[in-house]
């Protein structure tokens, strides 16, 4: 199968421009599906989420869904250094190492022609990635953020795309975290102090004030 257009470190950044997406510009959407590799879903896998396999066949109908609607696909995904700094300093043992298959994504939801595959060095989605670029070039204010982890590298994206105008929605069942405190705690710092819309799973409740 072809693979999505791939932007790697490098290549078309578009300036560095970091101004806001323009309120009302447009109704276009993006649905971002952040780190669903191989070195975090597979079982055994050095960063294994148990909770992303949990996820895969919703997210996968969603993933069509949105590919159906002209909703762009963009994949945001971990591409490590072999001895990157984020594995000494932040104690990950190392994972999704550039050109590795556990850099991959997992094949139930391989990318497909039209999407766009970013590559990103840190939690977070836009940082030092055309991210941003790409989402405006294409007229695009709304993100659906999908995949894992809740409380890592789904909160930091959130959190830059706060900072930069986005209006983003989380939806409980698209989402993996590492375990139940932790996730919960991201959705409601989302919800309370980013301004994601939050959508959770029925029987869940947020956090009490
Ligand atoms: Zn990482």
């Excluded at 990318?111 to 941003?132: A, I, M, Q």
């Excluded at 890592?152 to 989380?170: E, P, S």
């Amino acid at each position: 199968m072809e693979k999505g257009t791939a932007f790697a470190f490098g290549g078309e950044r578009g300036g560095e421009g970091e101004e806001a997406v323009k309120t009302g510009a447009s109704e276009k959407k993006a649905l971002v599906v952040v780190d669903m590799l191989n070195d975090f879903v597979r079982p055994g896998a050095p960063l294994e989420v148990p909770e992303t396999r949990a996820i895969l066949p919703a997210l996968r109908r969603r993933i069509a869904k949105a590919r159906r609607e002209g909703e762009l696909v963009v994949y945001v995904c971990d591409s490590h250094r072999e001895n990157d700094p984020e594995f000494a300093r932040m104690g990950w043992p190392p994972h999704a190492v550039e050109g590795t298959p556990g850099a991959g994504v997992v094949a139930p939801l391989a990318p497909e022609p039209g999407d766009v595959v970013v590559e990103k060095r840190t939690y977070s989605g836009f940082h030092g990635t055309p991210l941003h670029f790409i989402l405006r070039r294409n007229g695009i204010r709304r993100l659906t953020l999908a995949g894992c982890v809740t409380n890592i590298c789904i909160l930091y994206t959130a959190a830059d795309a706060a900072m930069r105008g986005y209006d983003a929605t989380v939806d409980e069942r698209f989402v993996a975290g590492i375990a139940p405190d932790t996730h919960a705690f991201a959705l409601d710092q989302m919800e309370r102090v980013l301004g994601v819309r939050v959508v959770r799973r029925p029987g869940r409740k947020a956090l009490r004030r």
